[in-house]
C-alpha cells in the first residue's frame, strides 16, 4: 500500500512510525513544504552549533497520558530524546506544577526526527508544498509535479487544509472553518558565550507583550554553552499584530526586550520568526482525532487542531489515525 504522508511535524511522523509497526509492506512518503523537519516543534540554529527551540518548548504530561502512551514515552526516554526538565522555573502556574516536564537536549525536532528514523520512511521530499488531491488518489504539488497514492494522510493545520484543493463534504468543511488558531511571535538571541546572570532558566512573565523566555541552552542542561534565547510573545500581542511581518515586530520586540532586561549585553545575532497558526484555540468539532475526507481512496485529515496543541495532542490524534485505518481494512 502506497501511503502519503503530508506535512513532516510531531502527527504526521508519530503516525508514520506507529503505522509502520502496525501494517506490513506500507510504502511510506512524507512531503513537507518547509525546508526540513520538526514543523512546530522546529528549532533554529545559530552561530557555533547552538540553537533554540522555535515552537514546542517542553513537553508536559499528567500520568494518564504518560501511563496511556507509555510505549512511546519509555522509548522517546530510554534513548534519552525525552530527559526530565530539571532547570529552574520561574511563573509556572501551580496545576502545571503538578505534571511531569520533560525536555528534548538535542531540540524539539529530534523527536520528529526519532519518529522518522524508526518509521524508515521510505521516501522524504521537503520544499514539496502540496497544491490539490483528487478524489482518485493524485496528489499535485505547486511545483506541478503528481503522484498516485492509495491512501493520503493530511496533518497540516487547518486553515492549511482549506487552502488545499481536496474533496470533502460541505459539513467537514464548514467545521474545519470553524477550527482557530492563536498567533505568535518569538524573539531569538544568540551570544558569543555563557554571559546571561539571571537565577532562573526559563520564565513566564507577566507583560502584555511577551509571556514566556527561555535561556534554551540553560533549559537543556548546557550551561557552559554559548547562551541562547528566546521570547514568545503573550496571545493578545499576536491578536493585536497579526498582519505585523517578521521585518515589521522587530524593531518593536528588540526594544521590548532591552526594556525588561536592560542589563543584558547585546547579542551576535536575532532573529524573529511569526507562528500565523500557533496554537488551536477552537478544535475541530468534539476533537474526533482525525476525519475521513473521501472514501474512494481515503484521505484522512489529522493533526492538533483534531485533538488539543500538544504533544500528547499530536499522539492522539496519531493513534486514531491509525486505528481508522486498520477499520477501513484496505
Ligand atoms: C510557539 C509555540 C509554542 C508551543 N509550545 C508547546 C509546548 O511547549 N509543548 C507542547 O506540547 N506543544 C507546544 N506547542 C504546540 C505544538 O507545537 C503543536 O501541537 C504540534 O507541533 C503540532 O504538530 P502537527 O504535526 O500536528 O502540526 P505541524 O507541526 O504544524 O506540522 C504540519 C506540517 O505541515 C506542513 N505543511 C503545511 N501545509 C503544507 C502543504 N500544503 N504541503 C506540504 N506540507 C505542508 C508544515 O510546514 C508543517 O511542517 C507550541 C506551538 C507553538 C507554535
Redesign the pocket.
Known amino acids: 500500500m502506497k501511503v502519503l504522508l503530508?506535512?513532516?511535524?510531531?502527527?504526521?511522523t508519530a503516525t508514520a512510525y506507529l503505522l509502520r509497526a502496525r501494517i506490513p509492506n506500507i510504502h511510506l512518503t512524507v512531503?513537507?513544504?518547509?525546508r526540513g523537519?520538526?514543523?512546530?516543534?522546529s528549532v533554529r540554529r545559530g552561530p557555533k552549533g547552538i540553537s533554540v527551540d522555535?515552537?514546542?518548548?517542553?513537553?508536559?504530561t499528567d500520568s494518564s497520558a504518560l501511563s496511556k502512551y507509555s510505549v512511546i514515552y519509555e522509548q522517546l526516554i530510554s534513548t534519552k530524546t525525552l530527559t526530565p526538565m530539571d532547570c529552574k522555573i520561574e511563573g509556572l502556574s501551580k496545576s502545571n506544577n503538578q505534571n511531569n516536564h520533560f525536555i528534548a537536549p538535542n531540540g524539539t525536532n529530534s523527536l520528529v526526527k526519532y519518529f522518522l528514523n524508526n518509521a524508515n520512511v521510505d521516501c522524504i521530499e521537503f520544499e514539496?508544498?502540496?497544491?490539490a488531491i483528487t478524489s482518485s488518489g493524485k496528489v499535485i504539488?505547486i511545483c506541478g509535479s503528481e503522484e498516485f497514492f492509495d491512501l493520503i494522510i493530511i496533518?497540516?493545520?487547518a486553515p492549511?487544509i482549506l487552502?488545499?484543493e481536496c474533496p470533502m463534504s460541505q459539513l467537514v468543511r464548514n467545521e474545519l472553518e470553524k477550527v482557530t488558531y492563536s498567533t505568535?511571535f518569538?524573539f531569538n538571541m544568540f551570544y558569543e558565550k555563557p554571559i546571561i546572570k539571571e537565577e532562573w532558566d526559563v520564565k513566564f512573565l507577566d507583560d502584555k507583550t511577551f509571556r514566556y523566555v527561555s535561556i534554551d541552552n540553560r533549559k537543556r542542561g548546557q550551561y557552559d554553552a554559548p547562551d541562547s534565547v528566546i521570547f514568545?510573545t503573550t496571545k493578545e500581542f499576536g491578536e493585536t499584530h497579526v498582519t505585523e511581518t517578521r521585518e515589521s515586530a522587530y524593531q518593536m520586540l528588540f526594544d521590548k526586550v532591552n526594556e525588561l532586561f536592560p542589563d543584558w549585553p547585546s547579542p551576535e545575532l536575532c532573529n524573529v520568526h511569526k507562528?500565523l497558526?500557533?496554537?488551536?484555540v477552537n478544535s475541530y468539532s468534539n476533537s474526533p482525532g482525525c476525519v475521513i475526507l473521501n472514501e474512494s481512496i481515503p484521505i484522512i485529515a489529522?493533526?492538533?487542531?483534531f485533538t488539543q496543541?500538544?504533544?500528547?495532542?499530536?499522539l492522539e490524534?496519531a493513534y486514531t489515525i491509525c486505528e481508522t485505518i486498520e477499520n477501513l481494512k484496505i
Open positions: 503530508i506535512g513532516c511535524g510531531l502527527t504526521s512531503w513537507e513544504k518547509a523537519p520538526g514543523g512546530r516543534a522555535l515552537g514546542v518548548q517542553f513537553i508536559t514539496r508544498r502540496v497544491s504539488s496533518t497540516v493545520p492549511q487552502q488545499m505568535r518569538t514568545h507562528w497558526y500557533s496554537q488551536v489529522g493533526g492538533d487542531c496543541s500538544n504533544f500528547n495532542g499530536c490524534s
